[in-house]
């Protein structure tokens, strides 16, 4: 795979680092997740293809040691508040002294400077820093925060991991390591692009949920049907609106122009009464192999069976049964192999990995002994 030979350490931490640490894995990257001692389990629902080391870091000899385990590794991975790792003695200063080649990736909700830097957040927070909260929401109504994907995977994990494959392509010429600020409010605003660039051509220019893509057109929405399932509907451009209509069974001729903004509500009435006569299956036949930009909006428990996603494997099941999405993008000659056994449960590979550093069976059972290190047995899957 793209990253086979990389050694990534993660320390454990949740939701945006543990997505970062899994796209590494899942394109063939040996990530080991440095867990706490002590912890009864892992919360770690992105642990796919990782393996654990527990390790007590409030113990001198346990820094000692993950600091040994940077020294000959490729990538750290560190989802702490600003100044935790300084104090350990585990900052970048003091690891890149010793392994110049390393990429030090700190995630963290505002940075690694600013006056927000040291300050609490989760991505709701993050995004309302990053100016996309303003413009998420109907009109008339507060803003409103999705799912928390913008932030946390989008501009946080997802954005971290393209940080770090871009520190490893520059380290292939400078034989240099280097420090890595991911700012999920940053990630979040840069993933706001288009937003910000599109300001200056009006497709930005009325309030909130008064746009043509943030639901305020009704040819950009969904609309429930008959069985109380939705359609999502996107047809912006006239050719497209065109084979809305007509798979509505509607005559343009009867109807406002598309783009009259003033007759949108009107529009909207018409839309939702006509897609509440039929049933999600009864819309998708009808536009199916059309280009009128309408599909059935799938729950979790449909996409899989759905045929186009069945024709490309979008979906894979774990050796027990989970469902996940296939890892993106597809790569024709090395793509991702993602590991379809049980998530490690910590200190799990504890032994494997010390071993494979280059401790000896004696270095082990005394680290072991002394609490340095835990090492648990995997838990059969019954």
């Known amino acids: 795979m793209a990253l086979t030979g990389v050694r990534v350490i993660e320390l454990a931490g949740l939701a945006p680092a543990p997505f970062c ?23 770690d629902t992105q642990a796919r293809g990782k393996r654990s080391v527990a390790i007590n870091l409030k113990s001198p000899d346990g820094v000692s040691l993950l600091r040994r385990l940077c020294a000959h590794s ?81 501009g946080g994990g997802l954005t971290c991991a393209l940080g770090i494959v871009l520190a490893l392509l520059e380290r292939t010429k400078s034989g240099r390591g280097q420090i890595i600020d991911a700012s999920m409010v940053e990630g979040a605003a840069y993933t706001g692009s288009f937003v910000w660039k599109s300001q200056s051509i009006g497709m930005w220019n009325r309030g909130r949920g008064e746009n043509m893509l943030d639901s305020g057109a009704p040819f950009y929405d969904t609309y429930e049907t008959l069985d109380g399932q939705y359609m999502a509907v996107g047809a912006i451009e006239p050719q497209f609106y065109k084979q809305l ?86 790569l024709s000659r090395t793509p991702a192999e993602p590991c379809l056994t049980s998530d490690p449960v910590v200190g799990e590979h504890t032994i494997e990995v010390l071993q494979e550093y280059g401790f000896t069976s004696a270095d082990i059972d005394k680290m072991i002994s002394s609490k340095v290190v835990e090492c648990n047995a995997a838990k059969a899957n019954l």
């Open 74 to 154: 490729d990538v750290v991975l560190e989802p702490y508040r600003k100044g935790v790792m300084e104090k350990l003695g585990l900052g970048p200063n003091e690891l890149l002294a010793e392994n110049p080649r390393l990429i030090y990736a700190r995630l963290t909700g505002y940075g690694q400077s600013g006056s927000y830097s040291a300050a609490a957040g989760h991505d709701i927070n993050y995004i309302a820093m990053s100016g996309l909260l303003s413009r998420l929401g109907r009109s008339g109504e507060k803003p409103y925060a999705p799912l928390n994907l913008l932030a946390d995977f989008a």
């Open 245 to 330: 209509l007509k798979g509505l069974e509607l005559d343009a001729g009867e109807l406002p122009p598309q783009l009259s903004v003033s007759d949108w509500p009107k529009l909207r009435r018409i839309f939702t009464e006509r897609f509440a006569s039929k049933t999600q299956a009864d819309w998708s036949r009808i536009f199916d192999g059309t280009d009128a930009c309408v599909t059935p909006v799938l729950s979790f428990d449909q996409v899989s069976s759905h045929p186009h996603n069945q024709e490309r494997c979008s979906f894979m099941k774990s050796s027990s049964g989970e469902e996940f999405p296939r890892p993106a993008p597809v």
């Open 21 to 43: 640490g899994m796209i590494l894995a899942d394109f063939g990257a040996n990530v080991i997740r440095v867990d706490r001692t002590k912890a009864p389990t892992s919360l």
